[in-house]
């Protein structure tokens, strides 16, 4: 096993918003995988990006009991008929996440690598970010390089404002200049969310999911 990075801080020590002085990241080539996990920026709790993985289970069920179990996941890649409910089941989604940050899987054509974390507080699964380091057509129209969503009895701590921060160094260890990230139109959470780090809005086309809110991101 990787040995744990040392936590920052105390959680008495900032909010939310301090994620500037977040130790450089490993390179995001190195297995995510692992059980290495993001130091967490202090706050009202101590959130941290760690790797899908099975131990998290039954908090992960129950997040997904909140979001209502036929409701789409942003940024959780989870896909319809995926059989979540069994542990076989579970730990099959997860591997499959796995396999799909690695570049020597070779993917569906329809389908780009990306890298998915989840976002936890003291063992409880709170939300999932991926980051997708190339665009497709799709992405780039409607889609973007990043995801993200958090459980619906975790919202308004600033989580989702956190962990967009916090893999925005991850793309630039892809080597990207800028991420695309998009939101509904009518998104209000989901667009200050992505203005909140810095997005530009490029433009409000109508795609295949609607209006849809397209904004970069410099990295
Ligand atoms: C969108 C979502 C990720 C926001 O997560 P969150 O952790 O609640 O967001 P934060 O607490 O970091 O807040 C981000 C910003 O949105 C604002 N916000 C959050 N919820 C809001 C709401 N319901 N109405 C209006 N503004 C809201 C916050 O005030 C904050 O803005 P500010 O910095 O200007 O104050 C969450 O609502 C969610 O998972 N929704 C369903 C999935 C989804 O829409 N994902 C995004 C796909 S593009």
């Known amino acids: 096993m990787r040995p744990l990075l040392p936590r920052r801080q105390s959680r008495s020590a900032g909010s939310l918003h301090e994620v500037d002085s ?4 490993r390179p995001i080539s190195a297995s995510i995988f692992s059980t290495w996990r993001r130091p967490a920026v202090p706050s009202i709790g101590m959130p ?5 993985n099975t131990q998290l289970r039954d ?3 129950a997040a997904r009991d909140e979001w209502g179990r036929e409701t789409h996941q942003d940024g959780a890649g989870l896909n319809v008929g995926d059989d979540v409910d069994t542990a076989a089941g579970f730990a099959a989604w997860v591997e499959r ?3 799909q940050s690695d570049p020597s899987t070779l993917l569906e054509e329809s389908r780009v690598y990306a890298n998915y974390w989840w976002i936890v507080d003291n063992d409880e699964y709170l939300g999932a ?3 997708r380091g190339t665009l497709n057509n799709f992405l780039l129209r409607a889609g973007g390089n990043i995801g993200y969503g958090i459980r619906p009895s975790a919202r308004r701590r600033g989580l989702a404002k956190w962990a967009l921060r916090a893999v925005l160094p991850e793309a630039r260890a892809l080597g990207l200049g800028r991420v695309l990230v998009v939101c509904e139109d009518a998104n209000i959470a989901s667009a200050r969310t992505i203005e909140s780090n810095g997005g ?3 433009d409000v086309p109508l795609t295949e999911l609607g209006r849809t809110r397209r904004y970069w991101i410099a990295l």
């Open 59 to 61: 908090s992960w069920l």
């Open 22 to 25: 977040v130790p450089a990241l």
């Open 200 to 202: 530009v809005l490029e």
């Open 48 to 52: 941290e990006l760690i790797s899908p």
């Open 129 to 131: 970010i991926c980051l």
């Open 97 to 99: 996440l796995r396999l």
